[in-house]
């Protein structure tokens, strides 16, 4: 069974950092693209980065470079976004997922139930 469980999120000051974490099991992590999404109050899924699977390639949203880190450990299975200079904007629950191809089609294929993330002073 797959499983993806994200830890890290919390309350934090508008400057502030938090680095989350994605522990995964029930598949072989390191064969997988990986991405982070966030889904803020009352808003759709939004994507926030991506790194393929052995950990050269990164991709960010426009509104996250410079800011956010994203990297892996595939000898511990683990993902990780490093968030730096938050934002309130940035409140959301974050979600860790695969990044799946069907083709030439890529979607996000399993899903962590999320870790709250919230930027306020």
């Known amino acids: 069974e797959v499983q993806l469980v994200e830890s890290g999120g919390g309350l934090v000051q508008p400057g502030g950092s938090l680095r989350l974490s994605c522990a995964a099991s029930g598949f072989t992590f390191g064969s997988y693209d990986m991405s982070w999404v966030r889904q803020a109050p009352g808003k759709g899924p939004e994507w926030v980065s991506a790194i393929d699977s052995g950990g050269i390639s990164t991709y960010y949203a426009d509104s996250e470079k410079g800011r956010f880190a994203i990297s892996r450990d595939n000898a511990k299975n683990t993902l990780y976004l490093q968030m730096n200079k938050l934002e309130p904007e940035d409140t959301a629950v974050y979600f860790c997922?695969?990044?799946?191809?069907?083709?030439?089609?890529?979607?996000?294929?399993?899903w962590g139930q999320g870790t709250q993330v919230t930027v306020s002073s």
């Open positions: 997922a695969t990044y799946e191809y069907s083709g030439l089609n890529g979607y996000f294929g399993s």
